[in-house]
């Protein structure tokens, strides 16, 4: 292999002769034990033994520190390998010999390509490495001539950026923004300004739920925190449903409702915040409570906006015996008025509201 | 268990049993409902035996055991207007030992077996009911599963239940007025299967020409 090919920073003679170094240091090592090992030879007097054995135990020492001395030398000689890699440590899979049935480094690399906004300054571009165009049929002809753009067109990315700035635009129609920071403040603003409503203290959202608990009396609602700080909220409406709320200090996270006589614990007794109801209409409501969730929003007062949720969720109290306001009937496709309107709290089916 | 209504389907006019309960599953099944299996329902009479009656001449009363395919592993024990006992399975064995204070009534034993449907949240059991070898009438349980007081969804109920039963569909249970708002238990069930039972028990037998 030709010198500083594969890494233009390791000298590769020193290298081969920092090799030969460790050989020599391991054998005058293994001398010197042995010499050890084999203890005083045979002479007239003790003196003269113990005199001879430490001269031969003397001398392994020297050698051992000689070679030592010689392959430190050679080491600072080698150099490091060159800290070109492209995305850093999986550069390192680069590594693998099996080219062949894994070409996983490559199609990393056409990957990240591929996504990269902008071609011309990726850092991709400094891979001008010639040796891995042995490999042909792994990349991607070379006759793209443009800014060392080896890979993908440009037409990629272009449409990847015309779709992600269509999706941009109709996810923005519908601000689910829950949080105090205004979009585009910039980037030396945004760390010091420390949404003061997500860090507050437990005590505080205890006593703000006590107090909605207190509101109304056919719901009760109990906390536990067994996840650490986020409280848990088992809301049990009369005899009609329990809700699950999962919190983020004083926001809501998430709710699942279930019947009132599905279980709400695990097997170890902690509660149960992943499964599902049994029951489409809960079901049904689970999916009306997390739209609700979203649509009751006020960063600044996050306890006004707990308090408006619960009062939606006690209309629920008539689930089952209130008729819906538009048709008239109980049941459409099996189902009783599921809907709650956020505003008037009038119970609607789901396909008959507006 | 949510809350469930037992009732009793008339035979249609010139048809028979095994025809209407047909007619029955056909609608059910138009409705978009789903067969779930089958279910059973029986219910065996036991009197008080005379020598425990002493002097007082007073009427022996009836007791009723009953079993239900929905809890397979237990047994319900009922007097006509007194309490519900709910034991496990081997409660008949007990029956037995306690032959010297009531005496199975044999020839009333009464039964009713049928198709099990799915719809939503709606459980309907519609069973032919016999006694002995003759099939005696139809009797069709509606259950809606996720409400569990009982008074909140009776509207509803019998809402569903005009869907396919139409003109048929039956009042209020007289277990629903005890209830206020306690929580429906399946021992309300039983006593309305109970009630069923001696209902159709009372009723003349259906004419040979109308049974398959």
């Not at chain 2, 095994?18 to 219910?43: H, P, Y």
């Not at chain 2, 139809?138 to 009982?150: D, G, L, M, R, T």
């Amino acid at each position: 292999m030709a010198d500083g090919v594969l890494s233009p920073g390791v000298n590769l003679e020193a290298f081969s002769q920092a090799i030969a170094a460790i050989q020599a240091l391991r054998s005058s090592v293994t001398r010197a034990f042995d010499c050890l090992k084999d203890g005083m030879r045979h002479r007239e007097t003790l003196e003269g033994r113990e005199k001879s054995f430490v001269s031969a135990f003397q001398d392994s020492l020297h050698s051992v520190s000689r070679d030592l001395g010689e392959l430190e030398r050679l080491s600072n000689l080698v150099g490091k390998p060159s800290e070109n890699h492209p995305l850093h440590n999986s550069g390192l899979l680069s590594l693998d010999p099996v080219q062949d049935k894994t070409p996983l480094y490559s199609q990393l690399l056409q990957a990240y390509k591929w996504s990269n906004k902008d071609c011309g300054n990726s850092p991709l571009s400094t891979l001008e490495d010639p040796a891995w165009a042995d490999d042909s049929k792994v990349l991607p002809s070379r006759t793209q001539q443009n800014d060392h753009c080896y890979f993908a067109p440009a037409s990629n990315t272009l449409e990847l950026q015309y779709h992600a700035g269509l999706a941009s635009g109709l996810l923005n129609q519908q601000s689910l923004k829950r949080s105090a920071n205004q979009m585009g403040v910039s980037a030396k603003r945004r760390p010091k300004a420390q949404p003061t409503t997500l860090v507050l203290p437990p005590q505080y959202v205890d006593d703000v739920i006590n107090r909605i608990d207190r509101m109304f009396p056919e719901m009760s609602i109990q906390l536990s925190r067994p996840n650490g700080t986020s409280a848990m909220l088992l809301v049990t409406l009369g005899k009609v449903l329990k809700v699950i709320v999962v919190m983020r200090s004083l926001f809501i996270d998430r709710t699942i409702v279930k019947g009132y006589n599905e279980n709400v614990y695990t097997e170890d007794g902690k509660l149960d915040i992943w499964s599902k109801s049994n029951y489409q209409v809960f079901q049904k409501v689970t999916d009306h409570a997390t739209t609700a969730l979203l649509h009751y929003q006020l960063p600044q007062m996050p306890d006004v906006v707990v308090r408006s949720f619960m009062t939606w969720l006690r209309s629920y109290i008539k689930l089952f015996q209130a008729p819906c306001q538009r048709c008239g009937k109980f049941l459409q496709d099996g189902l009783p008025p599921t809907w709650r309107d956020f505003r008037t709290l009038e119970a609607f089916h789901d396909t008959c509201r507006q | 268990m949510g809350v469930t209504c037992v009732s009793q389907m008339p035979v249609a006019e010139g048809k028979s049993v095994q025809q209407t309960v047909e007619i029955l599953t056909r609608k059910l099944e138009l409705l978009g409902a789903e067969k779930q299996g089958t279910f059973c329902v029986d219910c065996e009479t036991y009197h008080t035996a005379a020598s425990t009656m002493g002097n007082q001449g007073q009427a022996g009363k009836l007791m009723y055991v009953m079993h239900n395919s929905e809890y397979p592993l237990s047994c319900f024990a009922l007097f006509e207007n007194g309490p519900c006992l709910i034991a496990d399975a081997n409660f008949d064995i007990l029956m037995v030992k306690l032959k010297g204070f009531f005496q199975n009534a044999k020839a009333n034993k009464i039964e009713s077996r049928g198709t099990r449907y799915q719809y939503c949240d709606f459980l309907v059991k519609v069973g032919t009911v016999t006694m002995g070898p003759s099939a005696r009438g139809i009797s069709v349980e509606v259950e809606y599963c996720p409400c569990v007081v009982a008074n909140d969804c009776w509207n509803l109920l019998m809402e569903f239940m005009q869907s396919f039963m139409g003109n048929h569909t039956p009042g209020i249970p007289s277990v629903f007025g005890n209830k206020h708002d306690s929580i429906y238990s399946p021992a309300d069930s039983m006593v309305q299967y109970m009630e069923l039972f001696n209902k159709i028990r009372k009723q003349q037998q259906v004419p040979v020409a109308g049974m398959r």
